[in-house]
């Protein structure tokens, strides 16, 4: 059974960074496209970024700022976001799919987080 585990959310100011970490148990990070999405309060869900089998890896959401990555000994599917702001805030959600091409699409996924609760402040 395929399990992601997010961490390393909390409170930030306005214009500070986070590091999210998404662990994968239960398979291997290579095995999976991955990726990050979020939900802001009476919002939709939103793919932020996405890593493919293969490495190859997209942005959605202001490009600039966001940057996903992967760490092979640790299993762990990482999301860096810098300049912070206040519409970052949400719960930022790690999301396997066994296939072979990346989506934004939630429907796509077949494995989620619990979720990391990310505040930016103002």
């Known amino acids: 059974q395929v399990q992601l585990v997010e961490s390393g959310g909390g409170l930030v100011q306005e214009g500070g960074s986070l590091r999210l970490s998404c662990e994968v148990s239960?398979?291997?990070?290579?095995?999976?496209?991955i990726s990050w999405f979020r939900q802001a309060p009476g919002k939709e869900r939103e793919c932020v970024a996405a890593i493919a089998r293969n490495g190859l890896h997209n942005v959605y959401i202001d490009s600039g700022r966001f940057m996903i990555s992967r760490d092979f000994e640790k299993n762990t599917v990482y999301l860096q976001m810098n300049s912070l702001k206040s519409e970052d805030t949400g719960v930022y959600y790690c999301?396997?799919?066994?296939?072979?091409?990346?989506?934004?699409?939630?429907?796509?996924?077949?494995?989620w987080g619990q979720g990391t609760q990310v505040t930016v402040s103002s």
């Open positions: 239960g398979g291997i990070v290579s095995s999976f496209v």
């Open positions: 999301a396997a799919a066994d296939r072979w091409t990346m989506t934004y699409a939630s429907e796509g996924y077949d494995f």
